[in-house]
């Protein structure tokens, strides 16, 4: 695993050092779209929308708008906000363990000790034991202001993230507030019910079906041969229309194509070398037309 995060759990005076590291992962079958008729892959480009460019991850920065302007946040303003300058983890107070509503819990992550000594780190867990007591903290991570639960898991300090109180709906439904008689009997009978349902939870015996019959299914093409070579769905072709869409790999090829010209044709006249440029760049002369005629 990598850390994603490091810092100092703080309680009082005491201070641990920690690294932070996401404690789950999705094991879901990674999927993406194709076309239907020839299986070519469908991206997602950013484009700009004044002037109809692809725009690198490099100069995009994120606003607010509220309906009439926009204010335009970069990462440096991002980064001059006094919670994201924190690099402490602050426990705020210690609640009894039942008082956490399950249904504000979120994300989990480890918490490694990060000194020589884990002494501070097995002081705190076993304090959180012996009390039965959870920890609520609150932390910077990834531009945002994070509450959350401190508990104990086997030997690892575990983090988990809240749910702020006005992130949680007010559950509001008038049918149950109509009155209902329930009689002893159905009660005695759906408790036998639970009764013989009744075991220990152990996760492990559960899987994920979904998951396995799709790569079954895949498997399954795959032996069958109904497969495509996958640089073939990587199409290469200039669309009929003129709206082709420069990907990474074409860009590259354009950049390597263009750097041999400038070497070989170094004794080329000006008009020669404008010409050679101009034909690195289809797309973005057709990019706008194609546009148009889209819309």
């Known amino acids: 695993m990598r850390a994603i995060w490091k810092g ?5 005076l005491v201070n641990v050092p ?8 999705d094991h879901d079958v990674s999927l993406h779209q194709v076309h239907a008729a020839d299986g070519g892959r469908i991206r997602y480009q950013r484009i700009c929308e004044i002037d ?11 606003a607010y708008d509220d309906g009439e302007r926009t204010v335009v946040l970069t990462s440096d303003d991002f980064a001059a906000l006094p919670s994201e300058r924190s690099r402490e983890i602050e426990v705020v107070e210690f609640v009894p363990t039942e008082q956490i509503d399950l249904l504000t819990l979120d994300k989990a992550y480890y918490l490694e ?18 009390t039965d007591r959870t920890a609520i903290v609150r932390f ?3 531009q945002k202001t994070r509450l959350a639960a401190l508990r104990v898991r086997g030997d690892v300090l575990v983090l988990q993230t809240l749910l702020w109180a006005d992130e949680v709906r007010e559950a509001s439904f008038p049918v149950l507030d109509e009155p209902v008689k329930i009689s002893s009997k159905e009660l005695e009978l759906s ?7 009744s075991s220990d939870f152990d996760p492990t015996e559960f899987t994920d079906e979904y998951q396995q019959e799709l790569r079954t299914l895949i498997e399954a ?5 109904d497969a495509f070579d996958t640089a073939e769905t990587f199409g290469e072709k200039t669309d009929a229309s003129g709206g082709e869409v420069i990907d990474l790999m074409e860009a590259l090829r354009a950049s390597v194509e263009k750097s041999r010209a400038a070497r070989a044709g170094s004794g080329k006249s000006d008009a020669g070398k404008k010409d050679a440029a101009a034909d690195t760049k289809p797309a973005a002369a057709k990019k706008k037309p194609a546009k148009k005629k889209a819309s």
């Open 8 to 12: 100092a759990l703080t309680f009082g």
């Open 18 to 25: 920690v690294k932070v590291y996401s404690a789950t992962e």
């Open 52 to 62: 109809g460019e692809v725009v690198p991850y490099a100069e995009i920065d994120k």
């Open 113 to 130: 000790p990060d000194s020589k000594s884990p002494k501070a780190y097995v002081l705190l867990r076993q304090t959180l034991e012996q």
């Open 140 to 142: 910077a991570l990834r």
């Open 191 to 197: 408790a036998s019910l639970v009764d013989s349902f």
């Open 221 to 225: 093409k795959l032996e069958k041969g």
